[in-house]
């Protein structure tokens, strides 16, 4: 069972930081049309990227921390 958690720890740690990166990297996330696109509601965005970056990478962490 613990090899299990430790997998998906594996797995959520790997996306999360994929998330970040992609994120953070200019030429695959265009912030500014986003920005141009959603108007008032581009804060939305950073609420989406903490939940799918690093919180997954956290989790991930936590699990593989508590399970290896």
Same mark, same amino acid.
């Not at 613990?2 to 720890?9: D, K, L, M």
């Not at 992609?22 to 008032?40: D, I, Q």
């Given at each position: 069972?613990? !090899?299990?958690?430790? !997998?998906? %720890?594996?797995?959520?740690?790997?996306?999360?930081?994929a998330?970040?990166?992609?994120?953070?990297?200019? %030429?695959?996330?265009?912030?500014?049309?986003?920005?141009?696109m959603? %108007?008032?509601?581009?804060?939305?965005?950073?609420?989406?990227? $903490?939940?799918? %970056?690093?919180?997954?990478?956290?989790l991930? $962490? $936590?699990?593989?921390? !508590?399970?290896?």
């Amino acid at each position: 069972m613990h !090899t299990v958690f430790a !997998t998906i %720890g594996w797995l959520l740690a790997i996306a999360g930081l994929a998330v970040s990166v992609a994120f953070w990297l200019p %030429g695959l996330c265009h912030r500014t049309r986003l920005k141009e696109m959603l %108007g008032s509601r581009y804060p939305i965005v950073y609420v989406v990227y $903490i939940a799918n %970056g690093p919180l997954l990478l956290l989790l991930g $962490i $936590i699990l593989l921390k !508590t399970f290896r």
